[in-house]
């Protein structure tokens, strides 16, 4: 369960960093809502990973899985670049979260 | 004005601390209205701190050192076991981030904002 939430968390967190975008480039209530909705539910689903998991486990794929997402959805959404050190770091991630998942 | 933003960087870091204790130890709903105030504080030092520093080199600083205190607690305040392949695992999730944020950097440096 614990290994649901953090994904659950991680989406939250990269629609948050979206809506982050959105807002700064336009102030709008629906951007507002999409920025403090993402974060909020963001936090709420970490706590809930929190729960089940060791912290700095939970903590450490939160971080990886964000930050990779962001990055995968600016390069297909928004075509940023594809350069292999891009893409190795993004494997890096999934080989540390996949490690960490079977330890754990 | 560069130190101060250093300043920020580990403001950001420390605040981001507390609040990850604050959700693994909150018992009372006052604890929860001092968690709910330092997460702002954080955000906001955390952009404060991308002011004058590229942003690529905050965040790799502040998911690096997240995930360290982290650990840290878990060993330390949650008397948790951290073992050497769990250890591992973090260091090449942190070294992912850190490898991804610095490249974004690298490409924007030079590119007007």
């Known amino acids: 369960m614990g290994w649901m939430y953090i994904l659950l968390a991680a989406v939250f967190e990269v629609i948050g960093v979206l809506g982050l975008r959105l807002f700064s480039h336009a102030r709008t209530v629906k951007n507002g809502v999409i920025y403090l909705g993402g974060l909020g539910g963001s936090f709420a689903f970490l706590y809930m990973a929190f729960l089940y998991l060791q912290i700095s486990v939970a903590y450490a794929?939160?971080?990886?899985?964000?930050?990779?997402?962001?990055?995968?959805?600016?390069?297909?959404?928004?075509?940023?670049s594809k350069s292999y050190f891009r893409?190795?770091?993004?494997?890096?991630?999934?080989?540390?979260?996949?490690?960490l998942k079977a330890l754990s | 004005m560069l130190n101060k933003s250093w300043i920020y960087?580990?403001?950001t870091s420390l605040?981001?601390?507390?609040?990850?204790?604050?959700?693994?130890?909150?018992?009372?709903?006052?604890?929860?209205?001092?968690?709910l105030?330092?997460?702002?504080?954080?955000?906001?030092?955390?952009?404060k701190a991308c002011e004058n520093l590229p942003t690529g080199t905050v965040y790799a600083i502040f998911?690096?050192?997240?995930?360290?205190g982290t650990a840290l607690m878990d060993v330390f305040l949650f008397d948790r076991q951290l073992t050497t392949g769990?250890?591992?695992?973090?260091?090449?999730?942190?070294?992912?981030?850190?490898?991804?944020?610095?490249?974004?950097e690298q490409q924007t440096e030079g590119v007007t904002n």
């Open chain 2, 86 to 104: 769990k250890i591992l695992f973090m260091i090449v999730i942190v070294a992912g981030v850190v490898g991804l944020k610095l490249s974004d």
């Open chain 2, 9 to 11: 960087v580990v403001l």
């Open chain 2, 63 to 68: 998911a690096a050192a997240g995930t360290v």
């Open chain 1, 87 to 99: 893409m190795l770091s993004l494997i890096v991630i999934i080989i540390g979260v996949v490690g």
């Open chain 2, 37 to 47: 105030c330092v997460i702002p504080f954080d955000l906001h030092f955390l952009a």
């Open chain 2, 15 to 35: 605040f981001e601390l507390v609040w990850v204790y604050g959700f693994n130890t909150a018992s009372e709903w006052w604890h929860w209205v001092l968690i």
């Open chain 1, 61 to 80: 794929v939160f971080i990886g899985i964000g930050t990779a997402g962001a990055v995968l959805l600016n390069m297909i959404f928004f075509g940023e």
